[in-house]
């Protein structure tokens, strides 16, 4: 299973766009790379999932180079509600489970 | 439509003790996981069932297991109970072969 890296934590004001990357050198040629958000108390919640390039949807962006070895979560215009951890996992056909690291805890200032 | 349910929110137990988590999941998701939540350790996968049948398993001792009946709804069972397994337990579930995974809002256990 791929280990990834990211920023223990991050801070940002409000409105501005913040980007968190992960890193995961031994990333398999089958695995996806996708990231959860997490709220105190609460279940990591899905954010976005890709393979290469770059996915966006409505909440984030998905930024993936071409060897993949790294992936850049960004979000948009952060507001308060954002405060959260931001988990990158790596996963592939077959495994049949998420490892999840420390992930990234995200503070939203105003 | 209705996310993953976990029951029950909140538990308190004795050492020694055992306990039963239940989890339903989304319509139509086969997959059911399991994952432990504590400060130190963070995420950790106890196990994954799809069909009734167990497909993986996590670094956990035999004290934890788990079963998935014909609706795709599952449990986990611990038994003799260590203050140590106080933790948040997560349920997931998802579709074969889609790696978004839905979680519930886990239930919390307290071991005293």
């Known amino acids: 299973l791929a280990k990834t890296t990211q920023p223990i934590s991050m801070d940002s004001y409000e409105g501005q766009e913040v980007n968190i990357t992960c890193s995961h050198n031994?990333?398999?040629?089958?695995?996806?790379i996708t990231w959860y958000q997490q709220f105190p108390s609460q279940g990591p919640r899905f954010i976005i999932q890709?393979?290469?390039t770059k996915v966006t949807n409505e909440v984030a962006s998905l930024f993936i180079p071409a060897d993949r070895k790294s992936s850049t979560l960004s979000l948009p215009r952060v507001s308060l509600s954002d405060t959260a951890v931001y988990y990158c996992?790596?996963?592939?056909?077959?495994?049949?489970?998420?490892?999840f690291g420390k992930g990234t805890k995200l503070s939203v200032i105003p | 439509k209705a996310g993953v349910t976990q029951t029950p929110r909140y538990l308190i137990k004795t050492r020694g003790q055992q306990v039963t988590l239940s989890c339903s999941p989304i319509?139509?998701?086969?997959?059911v996981s399991w994952y432990q939540q504590t400060p130190g350790q963070g995420l950790q996968f106890l196990f994954e069932?799809?069909?009734?049948?167990?497909?993986n398993k996590g670094n956990f001792p035999g004290r934890f297991s788990g079963r998935q009946f014909s609706n795709s709804r599952s449990e986990m069972n611990v038994s003799t109970l260590e203050l140590g397994d106080s933790a948040l337990y997560l349920c997931?579930?998802?579709?074969?072969?889609?790696?978004?995974?839905?979680f519930g809002s886990g239930t919390r256990l307290t071991v005293v």
């Open positions: 319509s139509g998701h086969r997959s």
């Open positions: 069932y799809f069909s009734e049948t167990q497909r």
């Open positions: 890709g393979y290469k």
């Open positions: 996992l790596v996963a592939g056909a077959g495994s049949y489970q998420l490892t």
């Open positions: 997931a579930s998802s579709i074969e072969g889609d790696y978004g995974y839905t």
């Open positions: 031994n990333i398999a040629t089958n695995d996806y």
